[in-house]
């Protein structure tokens, strides 16, 4: 292997050292850009729970506009993955810093071009694969957003504080969901048709603010020190796709397994649970909205709890805790929320997801990085995130639309019988879940890892 210069070598790894302006500018531009992606989430669960069916598909029956748009949304994650494989070799063989400048700015134009669309009614068809065309551009953007900041933050982080610090850029998940629910919160107050109003637009269109923000800073930051020392040592994996596929496979399942609870439990609690709130348990307002919000408020604190809890207890522990804390309640929350008292269901949605949900979310922030070696990191763990997206995430609101409709017609047809559908969507979470507790028994224990090292933790 060829040797760089000592001049060179000597430049390159002066620039591997952070100072604190360096790492709270670092922490500042992940968690912008990790506020940005989930306020198109939660905008984009919101809208397919409650605009987009009469929007883009009114041809159809409520039944099936529903299910046509949480289609759309399924798209978003189903491409993830290969965002997550396209940018995450980009991300181990370019620098950290160059895909997240490239995924704020993809995610962010995507979704405000999606507040320009046109409707079914002025543009028919083309209006719903405009749609589309637009959800699966934000999805290949988000493919690689989170993993990189994730990556970036521990790889900055000093040890035995690297859950702190990769918890707060997600923080800015939770700002970013607040931000969106609280925009539909106002849009929705006193609006009695939001999908007959031009209001539906406003929150896609302010993305163009956040990704503005996002982009300034992410440019102005430093290289994470870890790829610097990499790059200085002619280091830097060829093909990262082809090394994690011949020395990670056990640890990209483990990913995998952690996350079907967390992103389970976070797509069916921000999307399935409010249209299912909304429209079969029919309350009425801005319910599902003002949930999310308090959700959000609270998981902020859960996130940073999690993440310094796991730098004193280690992320197994941690992780698991919040694994068995959802599976417990899963029942008694399905079964609060399907009885239709507002603050009791909002009640319920902010303890499932604001503490068990998130509490996993938190914990995953150092601990998704510290399973891969420094060669192939970025790839390792969006290759992990973006694949259980797709298998939990992305797919839980069709199949929980599914469970609704399927629900109705083992009872006999009756669209009443569809409040019944909390068991089983109760028993689809707890299985998701239970896979979790079960890989956490399983993974090894990363906390205080060497990152510089090239072999996966063990």
Same mark, same amino acid.
């Given at each position: ?68 748009? #949480? ?48 409707? #079914? ?32 933050? @521990? ?15 997600? @923080? ?148 698991? #805790? ?20 507002? #603050? ?91 896979? @979790? ?22």
């Amino acid at each position: 292997m060829a040797t760089m210069s000592t001049t060179s070598h000597g430049a390159q790894q002066a620039q591997a050292k952070i100072d604190n302006k360096d790492l709270r500018r670092a922490a500042w531009a992940c968690s912008l850009g990790s506020a940005l992606e989930y306020y198109d989430f939660a905008l984009y669960s919101l809208a397919s729970a409650l605009i987009f069916g009469p929007l883009f598909f009114p041809e159809q029956t409520v039944a099936m506009q529903l299910i046509l748009s #949480f289609g759309t949304y399924f798209l978003g994650f189903a491409v993830r993955p290969i965002g997550g494989i396209v940018f995450g070799a980009l991300g181990d063989r370019l620098g950290r810093k160059f895909v997240l400048t490239t995924t704020v700015m993809l995610m962010g134009v995507s979704s405000t071009l999606i507040g320009l669309l046109p409707t #079914f009614h002025s543009a028919g068809y083309l209006a719903p694969a405009l749609l589309v065309l637009l959800r699966i551009c934000q999805g290949l953007g988000a493919g690689a957003e989170q993993a990189g900041a994730a990556v970036l933050m @521990t790889e900055y982080a000093p040890k035995g504080k690297r859950g702190f610090y990769a918890a707060l850029p997600f @923080t800015g998940v939770q700002a970013g969901t607040v931000l969106a629910a609280g925009v539909y919160f106002l849009m929705l107050y006193g609006v009695e048709d939001i999908a007959a109003s031009w209001l539906w637009r406003v929150p896609f269109l302010c993305s163009a603010v956040i990704v503005g923000v996002a982009l300034y800073m992410r440019l102005h930051m430093k290289e994470s020190p870890t790829f610097t020392k990499l790059a200085a040592r002619e280091q830097v994996a060829e093909n990262p796709l082809r090394q994690v596929i011949r020395h990670s496979k056990r640890n990209v399942l483990t990913g995998i397994g952690l996350r079907m609870a967390e992103n389970g439990g976070s797509s069916i609690y921000q999307a399935l649970a409010v249209s299912y709130i909304a429209g079969v348990v029919g309350v009425q307002g801005p319910i599902g909205a003002l949930s999310l919000v308090s959700a959000a408020t609270i998981g902020a604190f859960t996130v940073l709890f999690a993440g310094i809890a796991s730098d004193h207890f280690g992320r197994r522990a941690v992780y698991r #805790f919040f694994a068995i804390f959802q599976l417990v309640i899963a029942f008694p929350v399905w079964w609060v929320l399907s009885q239709g008292e507002i #603050f009791s269901t909002i009640a319920a949605i902010t303890v499932a997801l604001g503490i068990g949900t998130w509490g996993m979310f938190g914990t995953q922030g150092s601990l998704m990085p510290e399973l891969f070696g420094a060669r192939y990191r970025y790839m390792g763990v969006s290759i992990s995130r973006e694949i259980s997206s797709v298998l939990a995430g992305g797919i839980a609101p069709l199949i929980g639309a599914a469970l609704i409709a399927a629900t109705a017609a083992w009872m006999g047809g009756d669209p009443a019988m569809r409040i019944h559908a909390w068991i089983p969507i109760a028993t689809y979470l707890s299985l998701l879940t239970l896979i @979790t507790v079960v890989v956490s028994f399983r993974m090894p224990e990363t906390l205080n890892r060497d990152l510089d090292a090239h072999e996966d933790a063990k």
